[in-house]
């Protein structure tokens, strides 16, 4: 099976503009979460959809926003982008069952600069 | 609120030494605990995983981890290191209260040395 595919791998952006990022999760996968990674930081947690709702949510200002689509690709926006932005951004999708035990499956990231 | 805490940044280990990783944790109701490494320029790979039963879990490339309930800790821990460990480690956890969102700790990077 292929794995989880994130695009844009690169994205550079300029302070107030927004940007969509893209997840295709693994096949069959239902669930899909995205996190926020920077140095020092770890990963934040950003939301999750399971069969296109959103299941939980992370403590990020309503800039940030996401959806899932019937095949479970999900896509995550950010509006007026500020230089804290800037981060390596993770998307994780886990087996149909959604259950609390899964295991995530992680896709490389998109690293997302902003100027 | 969950939390995991991975209290060093860095962990330093000569080649063919034992090396652990530490891992604790806070949270409400019994915990799922996951470890995950990161190489550079990727994304997190499963390493292993405590849901129940057995406190000492056995995961990939010989890696294990030891539940310990009543000191909230999960380290992870390996026999013999190798160079080709070198990575960013990263404890998780998620309660198994209703369906939670997975709190990741802040890493450790793992140098081992030959």
């Known amino acids: 099976k292929a794995g989880v595919t994130q695009t844009p791998r690169y994205l550079i952006k300029t302070r107030g503009q927004q940007v969509t990022l893209s997840c295709s999760p693994i096949?069959?996968?239902?669930?899909v979460s995205w996190y926020q990674q920077t140095p020092g930081q770890g990963l934040q947690f950003l939301f999750e959809?399971?069969?296109?709702?959103?299941?939980n949510k992370g403590n990020f200002p309503g800039r940030f926003s996401g959806r899932q689509f019937s095949n479970s690709r999900s896509e995550m926006n950010v509006s007026t982008l500020e230089l804290g932005d800037s981060a390596l951004y993770l998307c994780?999708?886990?087996?149909?069952?959604?259950?609390?035990?899964?295991?995530?499956?992680f896709g490389p990231g998109t690293r997302l600069t902003v100027l | 609120a969950q939390s995991v805490a991975q209290p060093e940044d860095q962990v330093n280990v000569a080649e063919g030494n034992p090396l652990t990783v530490k891992c604790t944790y806070s949270?409400?109701?019994?915990?799922?605990l996951f470890w995950y490494v990161q190489y550079p320029n990727r994304g997190l790979q499963f390493l292993l995983k405590?849901?129940?039963?057995?406190?000492l879990v056995k995961g990939s490339y010989g890696f294990e981890a030891e539940f310990n309930k009543s000191q909230t800790s999960f380290h992870l821990k390996k026999p013999s290191a190798l160079v080709s460990d070198s990575a960013l480690y990263f404890c998780?956890?998620?309660?198994?209260?209703?369906?939670?969102?997975?709190?990741f700790g802040t890493g450790t990077k793992l140098q081992v040395i030959p």
């Open positions: 994780a999708s886990s087996p149909p069952s959604g259950g609390s035990t899964d295991t995530q499956y």
């Open positions: 096949s069959g996968h239902r669930s």
């Open positions: 959809y399971f069969s296109e709702t959103q299941r």
């Open positions: 949270v409400s109701g019994n915990p799922y």
């Open positions: 405590y849901i129940t039963g057995d406190n």
């Open positions: 998780a956890v998620r309660g198994s209260g209703g369906y939670q969102k997975v709190t």
